[in-house]
């Protein structure tokens, strides 16, 4: 199915370019001046005179480019001239908690009141909250159904609604949720959507609940941050944690590394601290007050590495993180894109660094063909130099009597043992 919206390509900004001129009110303005937000990103310069006038949009840019500010500013404003309440849904706590804190420093001294509404909290707080009618509620889609379930908040004056991160909203099961959502939210609303790719899923998303969006892209959907450099080192499973150990010793700043499951997480941060590292983890299976007292105290430098699964590959905006390591390539090759977007943002450098096992060439090649480039290979010293193998077809071990994959037989079938699990 083609894309019909109409498309607007960003080019880069000049350094002179600013906030003024983009239809923002006075006051705004001076707030921005006083955060020290002088340049807009490409989204935002982008986006936000188009969100001003109401009309629904969607945003595609990669991580770090400031999305945040590309609907906040526009939805601030719009709500203190059209009375009504503002919606923001997010796939993660981390990054709910991020937004309201965004949103927090643009309206604090214009009296906006927010509700951060996720799961892991206090719902009696949540609903209290609630009760004091918020001018924009900041929530995951799974607490905002319970509560809309208990007939404990009311959407019926949502009149901006946001959906950051949809394709991850999607990609991790939201799809039910989300429906439910925007079934009961007025259909006299804007909505503008932002995701750092464009799944078919999006498409149809869009095409259902927007009135005519205005697709603005500032990078092709699966670009990679601009100013990360980027390494892919092939080893054997085996030696993956004595190469982790070398480049923890390399490298000197704060470093981010991903595991594909939260088992492994909690097994590197295990192996890391009997090593001397101050280490913590982040996943599903840790409660919201210890994931929060982890990404503090990674921000802090209590922590030197927080090992995460990608449920944190979008919900971490920790500013000057040196080195994204992909302990374990991501299971969707679109998760590698969030995944080294945790570094380089802002326009600041960063260094991200794959381990690959030798059977793994099939998911490089994913990676490699969605970021339209090559990964450099490395050497390191006193690891043998190990080739990609060619891919094999699982198919091929795994048929039936008639030549077909049995059910639950192939690899991240439904019904296999060892299909993924997310963090």
Do not use: C
Request: proline residues 6%.
């Amino acid at each position: 199915m083609g894309f019909l919206f109409p498309e607007i390509m960003t080019p880069i900004l000049h350094k002179e370019e600013s906030f003024d001129g983009l239809g923002i009110a006075p006051k705004l303005l001076e707030i921005l001046d006083a955060l020290r937000f002088t340049a807009p990103t490409p989204i935002q310069y982008k986006s936000i005179p188009v969100a001003i006038e109401g009309k629904d949009i969607i945003g595609i840019a990669q991580t770090g480019t400031g999305k945040t500010l590309a609907f906040g500013i526009p939805m601030i404003q719009r709500l203190a001239i059209k009375k009504g309440m503002g919606l923001v849904l997010l796939p993660t706590r981390e990054l709910a908690e991020q937004v309201n804190t965004e949103l927090h420093k643009i309206g604090k001294s214009l009296g906006l009141r927010t509700a951060l509404v996720i799961g892991g909290a206090s719902m009696w707080q949540q609903k209290k909250m609630l009760k004091t009618m918020p001018h924009v509620i900041i929530s995951t889609p799974g607490r905002l159904v319970d509560l809309l379930q208990q007939r404990a908040v009311n959407l019926s004056p949502v009149n901006v609604l946001v959906l950051d991160e949809a394709d991850r909203m999607l990609d991790i099961g939201f799809a039910p949720q989300l429906g439910q959502i925007l079934k009961v939210l007025p259909t006299e609303r804007q909505t503008m959507l932002f995701s750092a790719t464009m799944p078919h899923e999006i498409v149809a998303l869009a095409t259902k609940y927007m009135k005519l969006p205005l697709r603005i892209e500032v990078a092709p959907a699966g670009t990679a941050a601009e100013k990360v450099e980027q390494e892919l080192i092939v080893i054997h499973k085996s030696d993956k944690m004595r190469l982790l150990e070398k480049l923890l010793y390399d490298y000197h700043g704060s470093v981010l590394v991903f595991s594909r499951t939260k088992y492994g997480a909690k097994r590197i941060t295990a192996d890391l601290r009997k090593i001397g590292h101050k280490a913590a983890e982040i996943h599903s299976n840790r409660s919201l007050a210890q994931r929060r007292e982890a990404l503090e105290g990674f921000k802090t430098g209590r922590y030197r590495v927080l090992v995460a699964t990608d449920i944190a590959a979008r919900g971490i905006d920790v500013k000057g993180i040196e080195l994204v390591i992909n302990f374990d390539l991501p299971d969707a090759s679109s998760d590698y894109v969030h995944r080294i977007g945790r570094t380089g943002r802002a326009g600041h450098t960063g260094r991200a660094i794959s381990f690959a096992t030798p059977d793994q060439r099939g998911d490089v090649q994913s990676i490699e063909r969605l970021l339209r480039m090559t990964l450099p290979k490395s050497k390191i010293p006193g690891f043998s130099d190990i080739p990609l193998e060619a891919p094999r077809s699982v198919y091929r071990s795994a048929r039936g009597f008639r030549g077909r994959p049995r059910y639950g037989s192939v690899p991240g079938s439904r019904g296999h043992f060892m299909s993924r699990r997310r963090g």
